[in-house]
């Protein structure tokens, strides 16, 4: 199956920082998502990217299919942006990556 | 539009026993895919289905078994619990098959004692 790698696993930032998570994956994929997991555990869509760059307020994504890989930028962090992000890809079903725990310090 | 509905939310059951999960899609989706989360092995798929037929099944044992109704909501079964069970299971459910966007129910958070 496909292979998702995504880094830095951890990621500790101050408030007010910027930061940037990455998504390595093993081949070509129809879809690719970024996921903020709630303290909950209910997965939130952040982008749904297969290629390309979004903006969502202080999110942006960009995905270069080409070269297989997804980048994820967090500006301005906010205690409120902490939690693990992970990053998907599908043929048919969607393989995961490891995550990112996000830890924003006030 | 409401958003994809898993209940319960909650759940606790006693080794050997069985239980069953629901999940019920964004409406007009027809796609429904579950995925089991455990701190150990991370997030892993279970199977889907689409238009009441299971397409797809993950590497799980023929404990775990599903189905879809003719209104696209599905269940999710595991017989004879073992202490391993325990996890998150999360609903996904897209409009199609494929390269579509999924989008996730809260859970169920299943502990097997």
């Known amino acids: 199956g496909i292979q998702v790698e995504q880094s830095p696993p951890d990621l500790i930032l101050q408030e007010g920082a910027n930061s940037t998570l990455r998504c390595n994956f093993s081949?070509?994929?129809?879809?690719l998502q970024w996921f903020h997991q709630n303290p909950w555990g209910q997965l939130i869509n952040l982008f749904y990217?297969?290629?390309g760059t979004k903006q969502n307020g202080r999110l942006s994504a960009t995905t270069v299919a080409t070269e297989r890989y997804s980048l994820l930028y967090i500006s301005s962090s906010q205690t409120t942006d902490s939690g693990v992000y992970f990053c998907?890809?599908?043929?048919?079903?969607?393989?995961f990556g490891a995550g990112t725990t996000v830890t924003v310090r006030a | 539009k409401a958003g994809v509905t898993q209940t319960p939310r909650y759940l606790i059951k006693t080794r050997g026993q069985q239980v069953t999960l629901s999940c019920s899609p964004i409406?007009?989706?027809?796609?429904v895919s579950w995925y089991q989360q455990t701190p150990g092995q991370g997030l892993q798929f279970l199977f889907e289905?689409?238009?009441?037929?299971?397409?797809n099944k993950g590497n799980f044992p023929g404990r775990f078994s599903g189905r879809q109704f003719s209104n696209s909501r599905s269940e999710m079964n595991v017989s004879t619990l073992e202490l391993g069970d325990s996890a998150l299971y999360l609903c996904?459910?897209?409009?199609?098959?494929?390269?579509?966007?999924?989008?996730f129910g809260q859970g169920t958070r299943l502990t097997v004692v």
């Open positions: 996904a459910s897209s409009s199609i098959r494929g390269a579509t966007e999924a989008f």
């Open positions: 081949d070509s994929v129809n879809n």
């Open positions: 990217i297969p290629s």
């Open positions: 998907a890809v599908s043929d048919y079903k969607l393989s």
């Open positions: 409406s007009g989706h027809r796609s």
């Open positions: 289905y689409f238009s009441e037929t299971q397409r």
